[in-house]
């Protein structure tokens, strides 16, 4: 046993230090061109996942296959990061966003595909259990969580050595601690050994895992009970806040990433029902069947986005992460009603589905096949190149600093569309953003760039008869934007209605682009329009469309409203009393 132990200790040992010595070489040799720095990006990343799939799969036996398991894993991520990293990156392109996305995804992708290696490196084959895999994947977060703190404790006694002999003069220590060498290798060393230590004593990972599982099982039900007062509150209050704080996605997202953590975490490898009183447990199955509901919420909310503007790269990783919030919302409430009294047993399935999901987006969106960047470049190419959006509406900035090298191929492209209508102004935009050095040059061009101004045909007035100035309509573009300047002229429910609400003897004009989305505009005596936002008070008894905007203007439900006390000023703020 003594043996084993020192043979682990040993053999991770090594890995770590090895690791550390490739690690230091890197960081010693590594060039300041970014075309130069692709060999060397492929070398660190290959290190540091074999170093990581050894360590956490190692049993003691099969090393061989251990061996073949990591190299062809670190040669997997090898080979995207060359790919990532081997983009053409000049200037300030905007193609190190794939660096940023393989940072954040790649440890993401290797840990949810680590549990496989593991059952594949301890069987052989791939009869994979589910048990075995959902062991895994908890023990490997404590495992190297606490490798890190051993990490830390070690070199806190390093430090603690080389500065109790610095006070006496004695400066060898503090020299040899910090100097690089010896701090990449003993990091990594420290770490391999910390793995061997903690593995050895696996009682302790069982305690931490079964401390956070049931604080998973206490806090359960209080997140269902969030969550279904959340959703039971959206028909009183309307869509229109939730959309108005530009976060609604990553809202919703969190809330069904935390529902799904906690409900494993509850659920675990049993096959029966949740372990809670009959009331509680049915109150938190209920919330499973809500998830589909969130899920459906955070594909609406990136709809509202993608469809007026078009795929980005941000908005891509929202449709993979929401498609596969998806996958496990509709799993789980799909299990629940299909199977009842063993519903946790369909939850097994599910989440081998979207772990396997996870994997194959995590690496594609890597590649040429489901590179964001890429698909955001056609999709916006496309949608002038279709005649989906008219030239003076179209972001050619977007493709020139956004998109990186394959939107600035797309924008080249663009000179070709030699049959487009709108050719002459495609041209004339091209050579304006290939003629600037920057976005930042492109942004502040925009603003001086005069935009499509609306058409008193393209609002609903109220009443038919108004005429509305046309400094007026200048103002309410400017003020909207190129976007929803054609999304009122398309849908032509943008309505405005001229209103008397002060003292004064010339008349309001209230622009109402969504029952949410209310602006007044007056004159000021210079002859200019001033907009002025309104703020809601109380809410719809239900979710209150535009078309019912409409109806009540028609039917005559409008007007100044008339509070039964005025408003209160305390210095800068005004207070009013709803009634």
């Not at 690791?19 to 060397?40: H, S």
């Not at 997202?253 to 049915?282: C, E, H, K, M, W």
Request: aromatic share 12%.
């Amino acid at each position: 046993m003594a043996e084993q132990r020192w043979r682990s200790w040993i053999e991770l040992g090594t890995v770590g230090f090895l690791q550390g010595t490739v690690l230091w070489m890197a960081q010693r040799d590594w060039p300041k061109e970014i075309t130069a720095q692709t060999p060397w990006v492929t070398l660190v990343v290959a290190t540091i996942v074999f170093g990581l799939c050894f360590e956490l799969a190692w049993t003691g036996r099969h090393r061989l296959r251990l061996l073949l398991l990591s190299v062809l894993t670190a040669a997997l991520f090898a080979l995207l990061a060359r790919w990532v990293w081997g983009q053409d990156m000049v200037g300030d392109s905007s193609d190190a966003f794939r660096i940023a996305s393989f940072l954040l995804a790649g440890p993401a992708t290797l840990y949810v595909f680590g549990p496989y290696l593991q059952c594949l490196q301890e069987q052989g084959n791939l009869r994979i259990t589910y048990d075995r895999l959902f062991a895994h994947s908890w023990n490997n977060f404590f495992i190297a969580a606490l490798a890190a703190f051993f990490v830390g404790v070690f070199w806190g006694l390093l430090s603690l050595w080389a500065a109790l002999f610095a006070m006496i003069k004695i400066d060898l220590f503090k020299q040899l601690f910090y100097s690089a060498p010896f701090a990449w290798m003993s990091i990594f060393t420290a770490f391999g050994v910390g793995v061997a230590l903690i593995r050895e004593n696996d009682r302790i990972i069982l305690a931490l895992r079964n401390v956070v599982l049931s604080l998973c099982h206490f806090l359960l039900p209080l997140l269902a009970g969030i969550t279904l007062l959340f959703l039971a509150s959206l028909p009183f209050t309307g869509l229109g806040p939730l959309w108005a704080t530009k976060m609604a996605s990553a809202l919703l997202l969190s809330l069904a990433g935390v529902v799904i953590l906690f409900v494993n975490g509850v659920v675990q490898d049993r096959t029966d029902g949740l372990p809670y009183p009959f009331a509680v447990r049915r109150f938190v199955e209920v919330s499973l069947l809500a998830l589909p509901v969130l899920a459906g919420l955070v594909i609406h909310a990136i709809a509202l986005r993608v469809i007026p503007y078009g795929l980005m790269p941000e908005r891509v990783w929202g449709i993979f992460i929401a498609g596969i919030v998806s996958i496990y919302a509709a799993g789980y409430a799909g299990a629940f009603l299909l199977r009842r009294a063993r519903w946790p047993l369909g939850l097994q399935a599910v989440n081998v589905v979207a772990s396997i999901a996870i994997i194959l987006v995590g690496i594609m969106a890597h590649t040429p096949l489901l590179d964001p960047l890429r698909l955001s470049a056609r999709n916006q190419f496309n949608r002038l190149a279709q005649g989906r959006m008219r030239a003076s509406e179209f972001d050619f900035g977007a493709l020139g600093f956004e998109l990186g090298s394959v939107g600035r191929r797309k924008l080249e492209d663009l000179k070709k569309l030699a049959h487009h209508p709108e050719f002459l102004e495609i041209q004339k935009q091209v050579r304006l953003v290939e003629s600037l050095k920057s976005q930042d040059q492109w942004v502040e061009l925009r603003k001086k760039q005069p935009r499509s101004a609306l058409l008193a045909s393209d609002l609903v007035v109220f009443p038919a008869e108004t005429r509305v100035p046309d400094a007026l309509l200048q103002a309410i573009s400017w003020d909207l934007g190129t976007y929803a300047v054609t999304a009122c002229a398309r849908s032509r429910r943008c309505v405005l209605t001229n209103l008397q609400l002060d003292d004064d003897p010339e008349s309001e004009f209230v622009l109402v682009t969504n029952p949410d989305h209310v602006e007044l505009y007056d004159q000021v005596p210079e002859g200019d329009w001033r907009k002025h936002d309104f703020k809601i008070v109380g809410s719809f008894p239900y979710e209150k469309t535009q078309g019912d905007v409409v109806r009540d203007l028609k039917e005559g439900r409008f007007g100044p409203a008339r509070l039964r006390y005025g408003p209160l000023r305390i210095g800068g703020k005004i207070y009013i009393i709803p009634e």
